[in-house]
């Protein structure tokens, strides 16, 4: 699996849009770039899902240039909801042993 | 929210004795994983199944055995509980990874505290 590099934690207030870069310099050609949420006491859960240029579902947008080896997560107008760690993970689809690292703690404040 | 669920919620147990975590699920997914949380490791990978009586160790396997005898139930036993074994566990399914993407989802955890 690609090994990923992601801030440690970002701090945001209610309304603004937050971007977390997560960089993987070592990306292999078949290899997804996936997101996970995860709010305190609870498992994390799937975001968003992305190969190439640009994804966007109701949750987030998620941005790869075309080089592939950094991508960004992108949320919009975030809430105080929004304060959970955030996850980048990079794999084949054929990967089912998944690698989290520590996330980025995003804090929203008011 | 994906049919999972892990039992017990929460233990205490002493330093030396057997503890088994149980997973179940009900969506019939074909791969299972067990994980543990700890403060500044985000998730580790222990143990995982990719079908009944299939199962591979993760980077953090030491300590722990896991069975899975049906496709719904996946077991972690911590087979002689040590303080370095406190956590929070996860376990979590998938569909299988050939499909339109490799998804998990995580159950509510189990806090595993040994004394």
């Known amino acids: 699996l690609a090994k990923t590099t992601q801030p440690i934690s970002m701090d945001s207030y209610e309304g603004q849009e937050v971007n977390i870069t997560c960089s ?87 | 929210d994906a049919g999972i669920t892990q039992s017990p919620r929460h233990k205490v147990t002493e330093t030396g004795t057997p503890v088994t975590l149980r997973c179940h699920q009900t969506e019939n997914h074909r791969y299972m994983y067990w994980y543990r949380q700890d403060p500044g490791h985000g998730l580790r990978l222990i143990h995982y199944s990719y079908g009944v009586k299939d199962t591979d160790k993760g980077e953090v396997s030491d300590g722990y055995s896991v069975s899975r005898s049906k496709t719904e139930d996946f077991l972690l036993t911590l087979e002689s509980a040590t303080s370095s074994q406190t956590s929070v566990y996860f376990c979590a399914i998938s569909e299988s990874p050939t499909g339109s993407s490799y998804e998990q989802y995580f159950g509510p955890g189990t806090r595993l505290t040994v004394t």
């Open chain 1, 24 to 110: 993987h310099n070592n990306i292999a050609t078949n290899d997804y770039i996936t997101w996970y949420q995860q709010f305190p006491s609870q498992g994390p859960r799937f975001i968003i899902q992305g190969y190439k240029t640009k994804v966007t579902n109701e949750v987030a947008s998620l941005f790869i240039p075309a080089d592939r080896k950094s991508s960004t997560l992108s949320l919009p107008r975030v809430s105080l909801s929004d304060t959970a760690v955030y996850y980048c993970l990079v794999g084949d689809r054929g990967d089912y042993k998944l690698s989290f690292g520590a996330g980025t703690t995003v804090t929203v404040r008011a």
